[in-house]
């Protein structure tokens, strides 16, 4: 399923609200208003409980149950679809299964023949950087091992959109830095329109094209920044360091 | 809580705000887990009541109960109750106080395991029932061989958990006894035995749930008094209200042991971290 | 000295416990050469001896014990197969779960034991009384820990499936059972372990035909214990080596390629 680059894939939320049962509390996301053009990759930063990975949930379509509109590639969202991948915080590997097969989950019900998909598998997990180790067991890999055959698994479908729900975040800091390369030198060679939840705010940075800054209580947008850096872009820049400190004193500094 | 699979075999699950229909859903809900046991009941009475089911086979369930009620009233039943709950507390409290010891042995000395851990191992592999021939040529039909039987059963669980438990010490909580020089008894009291006692009252409570079983075995093969005597005696004069009834009672007695036993392992648990 | 000098476990240790055995062994051999010979509760170890190989080679070893198996073996799998299933709708299906689930509960509060003499006015007092206890006696941990371990799949490897637009087939045939399966399994052992168990107490309570059971329980009545001593020996053996056997097939599909 390749896309032409330039084809309409923008990511479009209209009045998105979703409230618990609770019709007394805040509601977890209030009127939600984002656009985003194909190709792009876009981080959506905030702190415990601003609704992020609720948001990314609607996106992915494993909730229906929200008011306003989620449309994708001109068609509304209402359940998942292979066309947009998403990548957890935990690996959620099967355990039953090696790399290999993990990785090929994806593509059970995919309209390709064998021998296509099995190239599809050996593409991605080289290109994650695991090749060599198409047959070992997730309890054989390191955490940051497993969340990269997470991430093969999320793009091997090719799909349009890929939603990472802060997929760095059970990793140590070692191996966070090293990850978020990868996933830069992953979406300039792919251009995979990319949404990023996360919490590390340089992480933002460091990736996206533009942060999407959220508050919480109720969930709502506070400010969409344009990171308007050259790529590539690295940890210990200048600029990179900068910018997340602009953010995190703007946003994060004074509120609870 | 919801079911987890039901978001995948109920695509439509959503949270939603409460609708007048829900109210009914929800008194559906509270009926369901009646609607087996009061179906099976309508079919024995009208079973009963139209000769589908003869009385030699299936008594009414109101005959039942008369003879339920009957045996409470003359008390004897509580002759027989007696005779069981004695066995079972005796052979119960002799199994499971010496299972605490012998496992404890076990666990806390390497040198007793190695000389008794392999024939412990070896004897464990023959069930409880095998036993009972041999213990009846031995010690015959009378109590001893009640109590030995139901002892053996609950020894075994009490012992392997205990052993376990011992065994089982946390290694972080080992360094930090040894950071602080406990010694050999020091350890024992304060760090080895609380952290077992959690996994010992899990055994205790498997224990008796093989004791009440092999209470009820010993009782129908070989006695002359006691619930499982009853069982029998109903049995063999086709008075199976009399047998059904005992069997109620089995199930009650085993089931509201059962309940204190896990509120007494429940509190063994509390600030144990899983 | 340090506490944690426990730790060293020896090799040697594998010779130390034989000692009791063999100790008690010899001293059995004393006692019984001082008592009367002939049968009675004391009896030596060549009664027993010989009593064994009598056993083995009219062929009465073998054909009590495969009568046991045989009948094991059926409930066994009578009442795995059964199990499964209601496990398998316990575990799925919320509905059913709640309808039924209580009941059975309830259900197995009963020992299990206490059912024979029912059974034998329905079915009799032969083989197929039997099959149906040890069916039962089978049923119960399969049903209890095959829907466990579908009810406690976790809701992450769900919303993979769904991500991946994975139909209800699909999803049960490659996730749920997979993820089931250590529980199943266990479920299963269980009930081999279980209905061996019961074969004995059947044998003893249901007393027509014939059964490693039957064996032990007549030589008690006459008083043979060189027969019961030998039954007892087979019943050990026997039940070690179904312990063997599922152990080292949970041991083949488990541990190469799950964590442990």
């Known amino acids: 399923m390749t896309t032409a680059i330039g084809q309409d894939s923008g990511l479009t939320l209209r009045h998105v609200s979703k409230r618990f049962n609770d019709d007394a509390a805040p509601p977890v996301l209030d009127r939600i208003d984002l656009s985003i053009a194909s190709g792009e990759f876009v981080s959506i930063v905030g702190a415990s409980g601003c609704g992020k990975s609720t948001l990314l949930r609607l996106i992915a379509g494993l909730d229906g149950d929200h008011e306003g509109e989620i449309e994708f590639d001109g ?35 995919a309209p390709l023949s064998k021998a296509e998909k099995a190239r599809a598998v050996a593409e991605h997990v080289e290109l994650v950087g695991l ?26 479908n090719r799909p349009r959109l890929l939603l990472l729900d802060e997929p760095f975040g059970a990793l140590d800091a070692l191996t966070r830095s090293r990850l978020q390369l990868e996933l830069q030198r992953i979406w300039e060679r792919e251009r995979i329109t990319m949404v990023l939840v996360t919490h590390d705010v340089e992480e933002a940075v460091l990736l996206s094209d533009r942060i999407v800054v959220m508050q919480a209580r109720p969930g709502r947008i506070g400010e969409v920044i344009d990171v308007g850096l050259a790529r590539p872009r690295k940890v210990g820049d200048r600029e990179v360091a900068g910018l997340r400190d602009d953010i995190v004193d703007t946003f994060f500094t004074e509120a609870a | 809580m ?14 939603r705000r409460t609708l007048p229909g829900d109210t009914l859903r929800s008194i559906g809900w509270t009926a369901l887990p009646w609607i087996v046991p009061i179906a099976l009941a309508l079919l024995w009475m009208t079973g009963s009541r139209y000769g589908w089911i003869s009385a030699q086979v299936l008594p009414p369930p109101a005959l039942v109960f008369e003879t339920l009620g009957a045996l409470l009233k003359n008390g004897e039943l509580w002759i027989h109750v007696w005779a069981s709950m004695t066995r079972a507390a005796v052979g119960f409290g002799g199994g499971v106080a010496l299972g605490i010891l012998l496992g404890g042995l076990l666990g806390l000395s390497r040198t007793f395991e190695a000389y008794v851990l392999p024939s412990f191992n070896a004897i464990v592999q023959v069930p409880v029932l095998g036993w009972l021939p041999f213990l009846m040529i031995v010690v015959g039909i009378g109590e001893p061989l009640k109590y030995l039987l139901i002892g053996h059963a609950a020894l075994v669980p009490v012992t392997l958990s205990t052993l376990q438990g011992f065994r089982g010490t946390p290694r972080a909580l080992q360094e930090v006894a040894a950071v ?21 009252g899990t055994g205790v409570r498997l224990a008796f749930t093989k004791a009440w079983l092999t209470l009820v075995v010993v009782e129908l093969v070989a006695s002359s008094e006691g619930l499982g005597y009853l069982i029998v005696y109903g049995r063999q004069l086709f008075q199976l209200d009399l047998v059904l009834a005992a069997v109620l009672i089995v199930g009650a007695i085993g089931y509201a042991a059962d309940r204190l036993l896990n509120v007494f392992e429940r509190r063994l648990q509390r600030g144990r971290s899983v | 000295m340090s506490t944690l000098d426990w730790e060293a476990g020896t090799v040697k240790g594998s010779w130390r416990g034989l000692v009791l055995p063999v100790a008690a062994l010899a001293v059995w051999w004393i006692v019984s050469r001082g008592a009367q010979a002939g049968h009675g509760v004391m009896v030596s170890p060549a009664q027993v001896w010989d009593t064994a190989v009598e056993q083995v080679r009219s062929g009465a070893l073998v054909r009590a014990l495969s009568a046991s198996l045989a009948r094991e073996l059926t409930g066994f799998a009578i009442g795995t197969g059964l199990g499964l299933a209601l496990g398998a709708l316990l575990g799925i299906s919320k509905l059913a779960n709640r309808a039924i689930a209580p009941s059975f509960n309830t259900f197995k509060q009963v020992s299990l034991f206490a059912w024979i003499p029912l059974i034998s006015v329905w079915f009799g007092l032969g083989d197929v009384a039997k099959v149906v206890f040890l069916s039962l006696a089978a049923l119960v941990p399969v049903v209890m820990h095959t829907s466990d371990g579908i009810r406690a799949v976790p809701v992450n490897w769900l919303d993979v499936a769904r991500a991946y637009r994975y139909g209800r087939l699909q999803t049960l045939a490659y996730v749920v059972l ?11 052992y269980l009930a081999l372990i279980y209905s061996w168990l019961a074969t004995l107490g059947a044998e003893y309570l249901l007393v027509a035909g014939s059964g490693i059971g039957n064996t032990l329980v007549d030589g008690s009545e006459q008083f043979r214990m060189d027969l019961v001593v030998f039954g007892v020996i087979v019943v050990g053996l026997t039940g070690w080596a179904l312990n063997a056997l599922a152990r080292g097939v949970q041991r083949r599909w488990f541990e190469t390629s799950r964590a442990a």
């Open chain 3, 178 to 188: 997979p993820a089931a399966l250590p529980s199943i399994f266990t479920g299963v």
């Open chain 1, 75 to 109: 068609k509304r969202v209402v359940t998942t679809d292979l066309s947009r991948g998403i990548v957890f915080q935990d690996h959620r590997l099967f355990p039953w299964l090696d790399v290999a097969q993990n990785v090929a989950v994806a593509l059970r019900n």
């Open chain 2, 180 to 200: 602080y020089r406990y010694s050999r008894w020091q350890v024992i009291a304060r760090v080895t035995l609380p952290s077992a006692i959690p996994v010992i």
């Open chain 1, 131 to 156: 090749k060599g180790y198409e047959r070992h067991y997730p309890h054989q890999l390191s955490g940051g091992m497993a969340q990269r055959v997470a991430i093969a698994r999320g793009l091997v």
């Open chain 2, 2 to 15: 919801a079911n987890a699979l039901t978001r995948v075999f109920l695509p439509a699950y959503r949270a």
